[in-house]
């Protein structure tokens, strides 16, 4: 018979080990985060002090604070729920994208094909957006589903506070 205790001790260290490493993963990711949602409150209140001495506002100005609020949500949704949405940073790629196609058009004053690639690529997008969607309501998993709830009702909550 050989002894128990090296195959103990070895489960111990092991078990230590991997908490030790998910406390590393998770302060990053916080640590990370809040960095984030800081840089982005903070882009936004200089873009607004910009945007509130400037002559005229522009809708590039706009659509980059609805960028601003989009970053905003993706990070208080990952605090609330501890759950990345993917929806949003598709969110995000999708403004940036309607962002330069205006900002192209409204520059050059005549649209070309470029034009005809970023609304593909806004298209592609929206299609993944409704894939995910589908994806999450038809064949996750009971755990998926209800962190997919809980993005919802996170989503919602601003508005039935205010209501």
């Not at 604070?65 to 949500?73: A, P």
Request: proline content about 3%; some cysteine; glycine content about 6%.
């Amino acid at each position: 018979m050989q002894p128990q205790w090296p195959a103990r001790l070895r489960d111990y260290f092991q078990q230590q080990a991997d908490t030790f490493g998910n406390l590393l993963v998770d302060s990053f990711h916080f640590l990370a985060l809040f960095v984030i949602g800081a840089i982005t409150a903070w882009a936004a209140v200089i873009t607004v002090g910009s945007l509130l001495s400037a002559e005229r506002i522009s809708i590039d100005d706009i659509l980059l604070l609805f960028i601003y609020l989009e970053l905003g949500s993706m990070v208080g949704i990952y605090f609330k729920t501890r759950q990345m949405p993917v929806r949003f940073l598709i969110y995000v790629a999708m403004t940036a994208l309607t962002r330069l196609m205006i900002s192209d058009i409204s520059h050059h004053n005549e649209p070309g094909i470029s034009v005809l690639y970023v609304s593909g690529a806004i298209l592609l997008l929206a299609v993944s957006i409704l894939i995910i969607g589908y994806y999450n309501a038809h064949f996750s998993g009971r755990d998926e589903a209800e962190a997919l709830d809980t993005v919802t009702a996170c989503a919602k909550a601003p508005a039935a506070e205010n209501s």
